[in-house]
């Protein structure tokens, strides 16, 4: 009996585990996150970036080391956040509207923990493809969030109420041939930023659906931007 019951834990706690890595991640648990540099509570500013879906923390953590190099200052913080979803490959921000929503409330959760710590905290989101959807829904409705970098966007969301947020630098980075997320996504966010004749640094380039050097170049000014 005692031997069933021992085998019944262990079988609980690996469903836990999976279930928490693999499937849905539960509101309960923070979202798992990879932090380089100072911790957010500790800095002055932090970069949050948001994986495409698909993708997660270790297909992306390669760009800070890019970053550095390009010039990226040890005393920001770069915080990688995983997708509460599970999405092929990897890990994702929801197929729905409504865990679409649950994502950007955890997100801005995230930020509201640092803030609540580090309250002169300077937040720049940043996301790539279905991230950066994401990314522009939390710079929409976060106030604590100041600057704002998408990277080949899928599809964004209440345009106007952005364009609205003049206290947010946006930075919009898009290939001109990719061939998975449009490239009129960002001229329409682009548009409905400049017709109320706000500055957007818009970084076009010939690449398809991934993150270049130029985009790369484009986060560090955006960092740089005050």
Request: with cysteine; charged share 20%.
């Given at each position: 009996?005692?031997?069933?019951l021992?085998?019944?834990v262990?079988?609980l ?5 999976w279930v ?5 991640r539960?509101?309960m ?6 932090t380089?540099?100072?911790?957010p509570e ?6 949050v970036m948001l994986?495409?879906?698909g993708?997660s923390?270790?297909?992306t953590?390669w760009i800070?080391d ?6 990226l200052?040890k005393?920001?913080s770069?915080?990688m956040v ?9 890990r994702?921000?929801g197929e729905?509207d409504?865990e679409?929503?649950?994502?950007v409330?955890r997100?801005r959760?995230?930020i509201?923990?640092?803030r609540?710590?580090q ?7 940043a996301g790539?493809?279905?991230?950066a959807d ?6 929409t409705?976060?106030a604590?969030?100041t600057?704002?970098?998408?990277m080949s966007g ?10 609205e947020?003049?206290?947010?630098v946006?930075t ?6 990719d061939?998975?997320?449009?490239f009129?996504?960002s ?5 409905a ?5 706000r500055?957007v640094d818009?970084v076009?380039?010939?690449e398809?659906?991934t993150i270049?050097?130029v ?9 740089e931007?005050?």
């Open positions: 009996m005692k031997e069933k021992t085998l019944g262990v079988v706690l690996l469903l836990g585990v928490a890595k693999c499937g849905h539960p509101s648990l923070p979202l798992a996150t990879s380089d540099g100072p911790a500790r800095a002055n500013q932090v970069l994986h495409g879906s993708g923390i270790s297909t953590d800070v890019e970053l550095r190099h390009r010039g200052g005393d920001t770069v915080v995983n997708g509460p979803f599970s999405a092929l490959t990897g994702g921000w729905t409504e679409q929503r649950e994502s409330s997100v959760k995230l509201a923990s640092w609540a710590r309250p002169q905290l300077r937040v720049v989101m790539f493809s279905r991230g994401l990314a522009e829904q939390v710079a409705h976060d604590s969030v600057g704002l970098v998408v899928c599809a964004f969301e209440d345009l106007e109420t952005l364009a947020r003049d206290d947010v946006v919009v980075a898009h290939g001109l041939d061939q998975l997320c449009s009129a996504n001229v329409a966010l682009v548009s930023l400049t017709k109320r004749g500055e818009f076009q380039h010939r398809n659906h270049p050097p985009a790369l170049d484009a986060i560090v000014r955006a960092l931007r005050r």
